[in-house]
C-alpha cells in the first residue's frame, strides 16, 4: 500500500470513530456527571497515549520536553482535557446531542476570530463569508429555525458550546507556537490534568453506583475522542501528499454523527439542525478552500466532541 493510501485509510478510520463520540458522550452521561466523565476519559487517553509513546520508543524524550517548557505544559493541560473537556461535557448534558455537535464544528470560524486577536492575522473576506455562513448555521440550530420566539431556547447550552470552540481554538494557538512532538504533548496534557481532575471528582461526587456500562462507555470515549483517532489523523496528515483532500475528509463526520444519534438513540434530528449544520460545513469549506492547508482536527461533539 503506497503512502497516499495509507493516508486515506488512517483518515477515513480516524472520521468514522470521530462520528461516534456524539452517540458516545450521550450514553456516558447518563451514568456520569461531566467531572466524572473527564476524569476518567482523561485517565484512559493518558495510558493510551502514553502507551503509544513507549511503543514508538519515544518515552525518553518526555521528561526533557516537560523540563523545557513547564508551565506551558500545564496551561495547555489545564484548558486541553480539564476545562475544555468539562464545559463540552455540559454542553452535552444541556443540549440534544444533534445540536450540540454542530455548534462544536464552529471552532474552526472561532480559530480565526482569535487568532486576528491574539496573533493579529488580517481576515480575509472569504474569513468574513465563512463567519457569516456558521454562526447563521447557530443561529438556526439554537432557534431550530423559530426565530418568532426565544423562551424555548437552551440558552445555557448553546452559550457553552460556543465558548468549547473558543478555548479548543485557543488550544490550537498555543500548540502551534511551540515545536515539540504532537503525541508527545497530548500525552504530558492528559497525564497532568489527569491527577487532579480525578482528586476533584473524587472528593466532589465520588465513584460509587457507576455500573459497567457507564466505565465501559467513558473507556470509549478516552481511547477514540481523546486518544487513539488524534493519532490516526496525525498520521494521515503526515503520510498524504494532500493535505487538502485528507483535511475536507473530516466534513463528513457531523453527518455520519447525526445519523448515528437517530439509529443509536432515536435522537430525532430537525430540518432546521441539518440547515444549519450545512451553513456551517459551508462556512468551513470556504476557508480550506482558500487556504489551501490543513487544520487540526474538531473536537467530534463532537464533540466536539470532538479533531
Not at 17 to 37: D, G, R
Not at 230 to 244: C, E, G, H, I, K
Not at 267 to 279: D, I, N, R, S, W
Amino acid at each position: 500500500m503506497n503512502t497516499d493510501r495509507k493516508a486515506l485509510v488512517y483518515a477515513l478510520s480516524a472520521v468514522l470513530l470521530w462520528s461516534t463520540v456524539a452517540t458516545a458522550f450521550k450514553i456516558t452521561l447518563q451514568y456520569l456527571t461531566p467531572l466524572q466523565m473527564v476524569a476518567a476519559a482523561s485517565s484512559v487517553s493518558a495510558f493510551v497515549i502514553g502507551s503509544w509513546v513507549l511503543l514508538q520508543g519515544q518515552a525518553r524524550h518526555i521528561w526533557p520536553t516537560l523540563k523545557k517548557h513547564p508551565v506551558y505544559f500545564f496551561i495547555l493541560g489545564a484548558i486541553n482535557p480539564a476545562i475544555y473537556y468539562l464545559i463540552l461535557f455540559e454542553a452535552y448534558r444541556l443540549l440534544p446531542a444533534s445540536q450540540a455537535q454542530p455548534l462544536n464544528y464552529t471552532w474552526a470560524i472561532a480559530l480565526t476570530l482569535l487568532a486576528a486577536v491574539v496573533l493579529k492575522q488580517r481576515i480575509r473576506k472569504r474569513d468574513w463569508v465563512a463567519c457569516i455562513l456558521g454562526y447563521a448555521g447557530v443561529a438556526i440550530i439554537a432557534t431550530q429555525g423559530k426565530f418568532d420566539s426565544f423562551a424555548h431556547i437552551a440558552w445555557a447550552g448553546v452559550g457553552l458550546a460556543l465558548v468549547s470552540t473558543f478555548l479548543w481554538a485557543g488550544y490550537w494557538i498555543l500548540n502551534a507556537k511551540h515545536q515539540s512532538d504532537p503525541v508527545i504533548t497530548l500525552f504530558l496534557c492528559f497525564a497532568l490534568a489527569s491527577p487532579p481532575l480525578v482528586m476533584a471528582a473524587s472528593a466532589l461526587q465520588g465513584w460509587a453506583g457507576i455500573p459497567w456500562q457507564g466505565w465501559l462507555a467513558v473507556s470509549y470515549v478516552g481511547v477514540f475522542e481523546m486518544g487513539v483517532t488524534f493519532v490516526l489523523w496525525l498520521y494521515a496528515m503526515r503520510l498524504t501528499q494532500n493535505t487538502s483532500t485528507i483535511s475536507t475528509l473530516i466534513f463528513l463526520s457531523p453527518f455520519i454523527s447525526l445519523l448515528l444519534l437517530k439509529v443509536f438513540l432515536n435522537e430525532p434530528v430537525g430540518l432546521a439542525t441539518v440547515a444549519g449544520l450545512a451553513l456551517i460545513v459551508c462556512g468551513l469549506l470556504i476557508q480550506q478552500w482558500q487556504r489551501k492547508e490543513s487544520s487540526p482536527p474538531p473536537a467530534a461533539i463532537e464533540p466536539p466532541s470532538a479533531p
